[in-house]
């Protein structure tokens, strides 16, 4: 007689694989980019980011300090923001100007204004908003 073996059926708790500092330093390279091309100010780059004006120039001079957990996940959404906004617009500079534009989605706020709420929870709502548009989820 074949004897069953016990399976578990409770997956694994899912736990990203922690982003180290040398990617923290790329991904705020590449942030910098994208802050030219959303043509933020330093005041607003620095509200994203979390961090006093004074920081976010000194970094932008001079290559990042430590990033924190926090900086890494604004950094990270960031990037899935620029990833989404690529993947729906065909033309790189819709998506760029889609940034400030009106959006009804906002209560006819920008999903700059929203973001610029300062809290992390405000760019992750922008990028949930982007990956469910795009068919992310």
């Not at 933020?40 to 001079?62: F, S």
């Not at 430590?66 to 950094?75: E, F, H, I, K």
């Not at 617009?89 to 009106?102: L, V």
Request: include cysteine; glycine fraction near 8%.
């Amino acid at each position: 007689m074949l004897a069953l073996q016990p399976v578990d059926t409770v997956a694994p708790a899912f736990r990203p694989v922690p982003i180290t500092q040398e990617e923290a330093a790329v991904m705020f390279r590449a942030a910098l980019g994208l802050f030219g091309k959303w043509e933020l100010t330093d005041e607003q780059a620095a509200t994203l980011l979390d961090m006093p004006v004074r920081t976010y120039r000194r970094w932008k001079a001079e290559g990042p300090g430590r990033v924190s957990r926090d900086g890494c996940a604004r950094l990270s959404n960031l990037m899935g923001i620029h990833k989404a906004l690529r993947i729906i617009f065909a033309e790189a500079q819709r998506g760029y100007a889609w940034i400030k534009a009106s959006n009804a989605a906002f209560a006819g706020s920008s999903a700059l204004d929203i973001m610029l709420g300062g809290e992390l929870t405000d760019i992750m709502r922008v990028r949930r908003y982007l990956d469910a548009t795009r068919g992310g989820w």
